[in-house]
């Protein structure tokens, strides 16, 4: 397999001053840029894949993953490489869900795969349904990238319009190339030290989920707190026994959150 067919970029239905501070979070070169009403797209700067490493779709089910645990809105992962391409919705704790199709346009998963994005994402249950649909059905003059591109084509009636030259299915060079002529992008890298930490302080008061954030001191901060822990735990074991640094980073988010949370009560205990 050819390692330079492959791409990714990931969409999220937030605004960009919400999506930076947790895009820090990936530790990787990444580009931030609006990507229509209350969408942000997130492209890659390099990526393992490029390099002989894990598979695209593995790392970028990852990131997503690791972006959506800690914001409310949800992130929708678009990746190709020479033999598939697909993409993966993740949203809060939920499970992911996604959908595969062979490099000729083969549809490779199951049909509920397509109608559970849909509703996840508000899409309209007779107009956009019916239009995805069309996505699972064979269709001999359809390739794979192509029906990247009418997924993004369904996705501009729920806001999505993705910059000029950012098209799901082009060449990694040629993405990076088109992203940095984009006059309002800007890019997302890992601060480290002190900056890391007000990142991920800002990322989490910029979600406002209230009673859930650590400072709140409700039960409902404390049981999220160990939930994130006690996932977090085995999701980091089972990235670094894969070699996974997609799914490392969730779980490696997963454990830092609930840490911040449970240390946060102990130091300041409520009455």
């Known amino acids: 397999m050819s390692m330079s067919n492959a791409g990714a970029l990931l969409l999220c239905r937030a605004q960009p001053e919400s999506v930076a501070p947790a895009a820090h979070l990936l530790r990787d070169r990444m580009l931030l840029a609006p990507a229509g009403d209350a969408w942000s797209v997130l492209l890659p700067e390099g990526g393992p894949w490029l390099h002989g490493g894990e598979p695209v779709d593995r790392v970028l089910t990852g990131w997503a993953t690791a972006l959506a645990v800690g914001a409310p809105w949800p992130v929708l992962a678009l990746w190709w490489d020479a033999d598939r391409a697909g993409f993966t919705l993740a949203s809060g704790f939920r499970r992911p869900v996604g959908y595969v199709w062979l490099a000729n346009g083969t549809p490779a998963a199951e049909d509920e795969a397509m109608r559970a994005f849909a509703d996840r994402l508000g899409l309209d249950p007779v ?26 084509a369904v996705l501009t009636r729920a806001g999505v319009a993705l910059p000029e030259g950012i098209t799901p299915g082009e060449p990694a060079d040629r993405l990076r190339e088109a992203a940095h002529a984009l006059p309002d992008a800007r890019p997302a890298e890992w601060p480290g030290g002190r900056e890391a930490v007000r990142a991920e302080l800002d990322a989490a008061e910029s979600s406002h989920l209230g009673p859930w954030l650590p400072w709140s001191g409700t039960p409902r901060a404390r049981a999220l707190a160990l939930a994130q822990v006690a996932a977090g735990l ?38």
């Open 234 to 271: 085995p999701l980091t074991a089972w990235g670094l026994r894969r070699r996974s640094g997609g799914w490392t980073t969730a779980g490696a988010l997963l454990l830092a959150h609930g840490a911040v949370g449970l240390a946060y009560d102990l130091v300041w205990p409520w009455d």
């Open 127 to 152: 107009l956009d349904v019916q239009d995805l649909d069309h996505l699972t059905k064979p269709d001999p003059g359809t390739d794979a990238r192509a029906r990247l591109r009418a997924l993004i």
